[in-house]
Structures are given as C-alpha cells and as structure tokens.
C-alpha cells in the first residue's frame, strides 16, 4: 500500500513539473548584427544585450515592448 502511494506521487510530481516552470522572455539586441529580438533566456551580456531591463511574463508582453523601445527600431 505506501508503495503505491509513493510510486502515485512520484508520478504525479513528474508529469506537473512542467506546468510550474516559469516561462519568461526578455527583449535582446545582438551583439554582431545589431537588431533585437525576444530570447527566452536571459542575455548574457555579451553576445545578446538586454535592451528591456526587465524580462515579460507573456512573448505578447514582450513584442509590445520591442516595439516600444527606442533603442530597437
């Protein structure tokens, strides 16, 4: 019976960890080609430039901002 119980959660961890991953996108300019673009990792610096300061819940979020900033147009 607890091993049921165990092997059930188990299961149930597994297949929702997915769902609690966060998803976040930043706005970036590249380093080489100058244009900007929305990664879903945060910039490191060198390559890819974080051009946002701040990253957006939604990639919806994100192109707003894209299209906001200065810097990228």
Do not use: H, Q
Request: aromatic share 6%; net charge positive; glycine share 4%.
């Amino acid at each position: 019976m607890l091993r049921r119980v165990v092997l059930a959660t188990a299961a149930v961890a597994v297949f929702s960890m997915p769902a609690f991953a966060a998803t976040e996108f930043w706005v970036a300019k590249s380093a080489a080609t100058k244009k900007c673009e929305i990664v879903d990792k945060k910039p490191d610096g060198t390559k890819m430039m974080d051009m946002g300061k701040k990253s957006y819940a939604t990639k919806g979020n994100a192109e707003k901002a894209l299209k906001e900033l200065k810097d990228c147009k």
